[in-house]
């Protein structure tokens, strides 16, 4: 079907938009603004596709130079050729992993849009639809809330009918943390609970002993899972770390292309292997990954931690997968959030479904793109 599609790509363009924080906390984003990566693609007809670019939120300044470079092997070429992306994935030493690997998946995800909407279709019936919903988790419980905006923020999501939560640990002291997380856990009753140690981000992270020690404080929680409890460079520790303790894990989010992924899965490092589209590689190579986790037992989870595009597009993924068991869902709003409305998203009873509107259902409007102006100063900062 979108194989037969003869129109030709006219531009690629990307841009950065900030926007307040009006409901939920985010640590590193010290002006209470975040600032998004969006790449524009568009058609002979004049149709657009849209994509999200993580990129836009770490290294502002850089997104829109890798775009211009990597959007000279795409101009020209039919939107429904099946070798579109080869001459981007096959750019030698760099394009494997890293920053040029998440923004050619970004690139892969617009393409995708621009295909949904000018079939009129959303991108999951053309890339095979699996699933009418997909449960979710709200993701909230951020490393500065005190145990009561803990229980507060829980409260929300569970008369938004969320029936699982995340909540993030590894920042204040050891102590506070266990009492953030038993009032979590008490509060939620039935409900599960995600503990993310965002090892990530956090410097200095915890050691191998110290990870074990910590993961045995949490263990009689009952977690769904802990997640990304070591750096996500130390993957041979995770080996050792899994072999030692009795609570699920689950790692991925900082990764992009194939190496690292394959390492991780060939190994059985990690009990759910997470993956977003906006960064990981784009759609088709986080469904191959999908694919390949199947066959080693090992569970799947999204990550989403973006715009309502972001949303979007990683729900069209989940429900195109059968080898899925969460779909994160951000217990934060931007002022911008109310303009690109997820209308076509339902969440209900704890799962999220989609409509039937075309492509990911997300339009960014010259209105939108004004009114949302890019902010210097609005990167990523821990440290403030």
Request: hydrophobic share 35%; glycine share 8%; proline share 3%.
């Amino acid at each position: 079907m979108w194989k037969n599609i003869d129109e030709k790509i006219v531009s690629v363009k990307s841009y950065c938009l900030s926007s307040k924080i009006i409901e939920g906390k985010i640590l590193g984003q010290q002006s209470l603004t975040k600032s998004f990566g969006f790449i524009e693609i568009e058609s002979e007809s004049g149709k657009k596709g849209y994509a999200e670019s993580y990129a836009g939120v770490y290294v502002t300044d850089l997104i829109s130079h890798t775009v211009e470079f990597l959007k000279k092997k795409l101009i020209g070429k039919k939107i429904g050729d099946l070798n579109l992306f080869n001459d981007l994935n096959n750019i030698p030493l760099i394009a494997r992993n890293g920053l040029i690997k998440s923004v050619i998946g970004s690139l892969e995800n617009g393409i995708w849009d621009l295909r949904g909407r000018i079939l009129n279709k959303p991108v999951v019936k053309l890339i095979k639809q699996e699933r009418d919903k997909i449960k979710c988790y709200s993701s909230g419980g951020s490393i500065s809330m005190n145990k009561v905006q803990i229980e507060e923020e829980i409260e929300q999501i569970l008369k938004k009918e969320f029936k699982a939560y995340k909540m993030r640990v590894g920042f204040q002291s050891w102590k506070n943390d266990l009492e953030r997380v038993s009032k979590a856990k008490a509060k939620l009753g039935k409900s599960e609970l995600m503990i993310d140690a965002i090892m990530g981000t956090i410097v200095p992270g915890w050691n191998l002993k110290e990870a074990k020690m910590k993961i045995n404080n949490l263990k009689d929680f009952k977690p769904t899972w802990i997640e990304e409890p070591l750096h996500p460079s130390k993957l041979k520790e995770y080996f050792e770390l899994k072999k030692n303790i009795n609570v699920p894990i689950a790692a991925g989010e900082a990764y992009s292309g194939k190496l690292e992924f394959d390492y991780i899965i060939d190994n059985n490092l990690v009990d759910f292997l997470q993956f977003d589209c906006t960064h990981s590689g784009g759609l088709e190579f986080c469904k191959e990954l999908s694919s390949k986790s199947k066959k080693k037992k090992i569970k799947n989870a999204i990550h989403v931690w973006g715009s309502p595009l972001a949303l979007s597009s990683n729900l069209n993924l989940a429900l195109s997968l059968d080898n899925l068991s969460f779909f994160e869902c951000p217990h934060i709003k931007f002022e911008i959030s109310n303009y690109l409305e997820n209308k076509h998203i339902t969440f209900k009873n704890g799962f999220a479904s989609l409509d039937d509107t075309p492509g990911f259902g997300v339009e960014i409007s010259d209105k939108i793109k004004e009114k949302f102006n890019f902010v210097k100063g609005t990167d990523f900062n821990l440290k403030g």
